[in-house]
Every structure is written in structure tokens, then in C-alpha cells.
């Protein structure tokens, strides 16, 4: 009864959160079910105060300031109009013949360089919609072209990357952002070019099928005004700022420093490869913040009101995700995960990456989020992981870029948040699009993947 508890508490998590009912319901709700069926109903609300809260509030405290910075940041690119002075820059040097090219190497320098995927698509998909009319290829691709630069390399692959998805694994394995470079640049250029291959493939075919743009009566596509963004120099040094910065913070300024108060009780006794990776992160995206406000000081209508907004766009994302992690504690706590996770160490007795690459796959997608399937799984595996890694002679950082990669995978199932968010962006539905998110995201993920895991198997991480 507690593994059909565990499974039939997934499946309605799955179920309901495509339908539409918040995670933040859904997740202490269908935790305290797992709990009633596998017999220990008698500590509901102890394992809800004490296990379920727990693991919520501790992934707060560990990542709410890269949430909140990333959305300020964010923001900032969107209202002081960086955001489309890089995209419209990028589609006039391509041009309507390479449409798809241009889009996608928009979003993915954008979301590389830490704006989410909600203020891409709302800066980027205007320019799209003009530039794909001008060019006579179907609207219905647009989301696929966003996708490619959006939801997969950029978010899990490229080193430095400042993507919660990158971030996540930093803690547990005592890695930074950069972990595993050439290896994620490979899986990069896999992914995008599956993802690029599959959307100019879909393109050509809409275009022998004698198909155009169509027609698509909407007020977001009636043109956008260039004339007041700022220069391109502008507009890209925030998000050089925060690469660079993140490089320079985490490989040589951090490290220089006297960290030795870490080890005091008052700090729990810490190390500085547990915080490095976080602290370069939060500190690059402050600097690229400060950046932004100075050198677009003349054009912010209303600074306090996009800090404010900024602000609050943080609080829902990682509510929902800590609530997920909240969720996997509980499982995590049952008597029968002991069971399941037995059987997940044993997918690959002798390759430790193979098991963690199919479990964070797995729960990534039945939760809908790349985030909140890799916080359950290394919440509650993270640990043996790195102990067998260790055994293994397997590289952190290794570990740490196949735990972001597969977590950009099965995420991008029909449930998932961003999924709907883009195609409510778009004025599409799943049945006209979802297709080419799909191919764009999720076979070009697994491809990148098994390239990493076997050349990270042959070679090590490097």
C-alpha cells in the first residue's frame, strides 16, 4: 500500500497540476495522501510541520536570493527595453531568410545571459510574429523557435549559466557554475543544433506545402517601437557583466579571500565549496542590476514600480518549486522510497551517471519543472550520489553537469508551467505547436545527454 500510495500520489500530482490547480494545494495535499496510505496517518501533521515545512523553508533560505535577483534582473532588461534592443539587433543582422536562426539565437543569448523565460517570451515574441510574417513562415513555429533558446541549452548545458537549474546542483557537490565545461559546451552544441535541425526541417516543409504565416488578427502583433531602446553596447553589458562576473567571483576573487570564519558554529561550520557557487552568482547578477539602473537611468518611467514587480515575480516561482521540494521530503521519508530508491541506484550498477540522469529525468517529469524534479532527487539521493561518485572515482563536476542537463528533459511534458506560459504568449494551443516544443526540447535534450554521460564515462569531466 505505500508504493501504490507513492505512485497514485505522482500520477495525481501530474494529473492535476496540468489541469491547472496550483502545486502549492497540490504538493502538502497529495504528500499527506503518500502518507495516510502507507499506514503512518498517525503523523500526518507531524510530518507536515516537521518534514514537509522543513524542506520547503530550507530551499528557500538556500536559493530565494537568486530567485529574487534573477527576477529583478529580469524585469530590468524588459522595462528599460535591453531585452529588445538585443533581439531586434539580432533578427536585423540575420534577417527574414534565417527566421528561425535569428529568434533562437536571440532567446538563448538573453536567457544565457539570466533573463527567465516569461520576459523572454513577452520582449521577444512581437519581433518574432513581425519577422516571421515578413518572411511568409507559419506563426504555429514561433514557439519552437523561442523553446530552442529558451528551455533547453542555455538553462542546463552552458557553463556559467546562471539558471537555477545550474545553480541547484552547485551545493551538493561543492561545484560552481562552471563545472564541467567542455563537456556542457558539446551537450550544447548537440542540443541546439537537434533543436535548430528539427524547427529549418518544419520550416521547409510549411514553406513546399505553400503554407504562410496565416492569418492572426492580435493586438501583440501590431508592430513594436524601436525608438526608444537603448544602444546595443547597453543593452548586452549586463549580460556580459553577469558571465564574466560570475567567472571572475567564483575562480578568483572569492577564492583569494580569508573564508576561514565559515568554520565557526555561527556559520554551521561550513566550507567555502559548499556557498562559492551561490555567492558568484548572487554577486555577478547584483553587479549586472546596478549596471542596468545606472546606464539606463533616463529611461526607467517608474524604477520603484519594475523593483516592485521584479520583486513579487520571484515569490510564486519559488514557492511552487520549494513546495515540490517540500513534497519529495516527504516521500523521501516513507519507509517505501527505500524500496524505489534501491531500485534507482541499481538502473546502472556500474554507471552512477546512468541512474542519475533517468531519475531526475523522471521526476522532472512528473513534477512539470526541470528545478523542482532535480531538487527531489537530489534532496534526496544527492547524497548517495556523490558517495558512490567518490567510490567510482567519478568527478563532481561531472556529476553536477548531467544532473542540470537531465533535468531539461522529460520537463517539458504538456503540464509544464512554461510550456503554457509561452503558448498563452503566442495565442497558440498544444495542439498547433506543442509538436515542435517537444522535439525542440526534449529529444534534443536526451541526444546532448547521452553524448555528455558517454564521453564524461570515457574521458572524466573536463
Known amino acids: ?3 501504490i500510495g507513492i505512485v497514485l500520489s505522482l500520477g495525481l500530482l501530474m494529473y492535476l497540476a496540468y489541469r491547472g490547480i496550483s502545486v502549492l494545494i497540490l504538493a502538502p495535499l497529495l504528500a499527506m495522501l503518500a502518507v495516510l496510505l502507507s499506514g503512518e496517518g498517525n503523523q500526518l501533521l507531524g510530518t507536515y510541520t516537521q518534514i514537509f515545512m522543513t524542506g520547503l523553508g530550507g530551499y528557500i533560505i538556500k536559493y530565494f536570493p537568486l530567485f529574487l535577483l534573477g527576477a529583478i534582473f529580469g524585469k530590468l532588461m524588459d522595462d528599460s527595453g535591453s531585452a529588445r534592443a538585443i533581439a531586434h539587433a539580432l533578427v536585423g543582422k540575420l534577417g527574414g531568410s534565417r527566421a528561425v536562426l535569428a529568434i533562437a539565437l536571440a532567446c538563448a543569448l538573453l536567457t544565457y545571459g539570466g ?3 516569461f520576459v523572454v ?3 521577444v515574441f512581437p519581433i518574432a510574429a513581425a519577422l516571421f510574417r515578413e518572411a511568409d513562415v507559419p506563426k504555429r513555429l514561433i514557439p519552437g523557435a523561442i523553446a530552442i533558446g529558451s528551455l533547453g541549452f542555455t538553462m542546463t548545458a552552458l557553463p556559467g549559466t546562471p539558471a537555477i537549474q545550474n545553480a541547484i546542483p552547485m551545493p551538493f557537490f561543492g561545484t560552481d557554475a562552471f563545472a564541467a565545461p567542455g ?3 558539446i551537450g550544447a552544441v548537440v542540443m541546439f543544433g537537434c533543436g535548430w535541425g528539427w ?6 516543409k510549411a514553406r513546399l506545402a505553400g503554407e504562410g504565416y496565416g492569418s492572426h488578427p492580435d493586438s501583440q502583433e501590431s508592430g513594436f517601437d524601436t525608438s526608444h531602446l537603448p544602444p ?3 543593452a548586452l553589458l549586463p549580460i556580459v557583466l553577469v558571465v564574466l562576473g560570475n567567472y571572475l567571483f567564483s575562480k578568483v576573487l572569492f577564492p583569494a579571500l580569508n573564508n576561514s570564519y565559515l568554520a565557526e558554529a555561527k556559520f554551521g561550520h561550513t566550507e567555502l565549496s559548499a556557498v562559492l557557487g551561490i555567492w558568484s552568482i548572487i554577486s555577478a547578477l547584483l553587479l549586472a542590476c546596478l549596471a542596468l539602473v545606472a546606464f539606463n537611468w533616463r529611461r526607467w518611467g517608474n524604477l520603484k514600480d519594475t523593483l516592485n514587480k521584479g520583486t513579487l515575480g520571484s515569490l510564486l516561482p519559488i514557492f511552487n518549486t520549494a513546495s515540490e521540494v517540500g513534497y519529495g521530503s516527504v516521500i523521501a521519508s516513507l519507509a517505501a522510497f527505500g524500496v524505489l530508491k534501491a531500485l534507482m541506484l541499481n538502473l546502472s550498477p556500474d554507471n552512477i551517471l546512468i541512474s542519475e540522469a533517468v531519475v531526475v529525468n523522471v521526476l522532472a517529469g512528473i513534477t512539470g519543472s526541470a528545478s523542482g524534479g532535480m531538487s527531489i532527487a537530489l534532496n534526496t539521493m544527492g547524497d548517495t550520489y556523490m558517495q558512490l561518485a567518490t567510490q567510482a572515482g567519478v568527478s563532481p563536476e561531472l556529476l553536477h553537469r548531467v544532473a542540470a542537463m537531465a533535468s531539461g528533459g522529460l520537463d517539458t511534458l504538456p503540464h509544464n508551467g512554461a510550456v503554457i506560459t509561452l503558448l498563452a504568449i503566442c495565442g ?5 505547436s506543442y509538436l515542435d516544443i517537444f522535439m525542440v526540447t526534449i529529444p534534443a535534450a536526451l541526444a ?3 553524448v555528455v554521460i558517454g564521453l564524461g564515462s570515457m574521458f572524466g569531466a573536463f
Open 1 to 3: 500500500m505505500s508504493l
Open 115 to 117: 533573463v527567465s523565460l
Open 121 to 123: 517570451g513577452f520582449a
Open 183 to 185: 563537456l556542457g559546451l
Open 199 to 204: 524547427m529549418e526541417y518544419r520550416a521547409r
Open 232 to 234: 546595443l553596447w547597453v
Open 428 to 432: 497558440l494551443t498544444h495542439r498547433q
Open 448 to 450: 546532448g545527454l547521452v
